[in-house]
């Protein structure tokens, strides 16, 4: 008995390569060898329609018959004996799309967790500034309530640079 299990791949994780290469649809090949035998009968037919050979033409449109009977028989058995595959292909894709899904759908919360928070603290500075304007402390104030990445004209550009790469921000 033959091990009819795939042979260890390279592209084993890669689901783009396997979807890629994703041939199921072509295991009932029986069904394909039906629909060879069928047109060639049918060219046979049309070879001794040709040269005028009533009884081969008449033998290659049954041979015909018999070949498209083949076809289907395969097909329905095909059908039948791959339902179990299917169904089993079709939960695990099930189950793939509710996971990405519920990832999306995780990924989209802590967006918004994110926007929030940044709301929030960007209501948080505007109320400091507000109340020390409102309070009369000036502009100097204001700008000690700022943090030190929004405040303008302190430095330079290269200075801001340098400093957040050396890690002091």
């Known amino acids: 008995m033959a091990n009819n299990a795939p042979l260890p791949s390279s592209f084993d994780n890669d689901k783009l390569a396997l979807e890629?290469?994703?041939i199921s649809h072509l295991k009932n090949l029986t069904a394909a060898k039906g629909c060879a035998l069928t047109c060639y009968a049918l060219l046979g037919a049309t070879r001794s329609i040709r040269a005028g050979d009533h009884a081969t033409t008449n033998r290659m449109f049954r041979f015909r018959i018999y070949a498209q009977g083949?076809?289907?028989l395969c097909i329905v058995a095909g059908s039948v004996y791959y339902k179990t595959d299917r169904q089993k292909r079709k939960a695990v894709d099930t189950v793939v799309a509710e996971q990405k899904a519920k990832e999306k759908n995780?990924?989209?919360i802590r967006?918004?967790?994110a926007r929030d928070r940044e709301d929030k603290d960007w209501k948080v500075r505007r109320?400091?500034?507000k109340e020390s304007a409102d309070r009369g402390d000036?502009?100097?104030?204001?700008r000690k309530a700022l943090e030190k990445s929004e405040r303008r004209g302190e430095g330079s550009i290269v200075e801001a640079v340098r400093d957040l790469w050396?890690?002091?921000h």
């Open 20 to 22: 890629i290469t994703d």
């Open 70 to 72: 083949f076809t289907l």
């Open 106 to 108: 995780q990924a989209w």
């Open 111 to 113: 967006e918004l967790e």
């Open 127 to 129: 109320q400091v500034v």
């Open 138 to 142: 000036g502009v100097g104030a204001a």
């Open 166 to 168: 050396q890690g002091r």
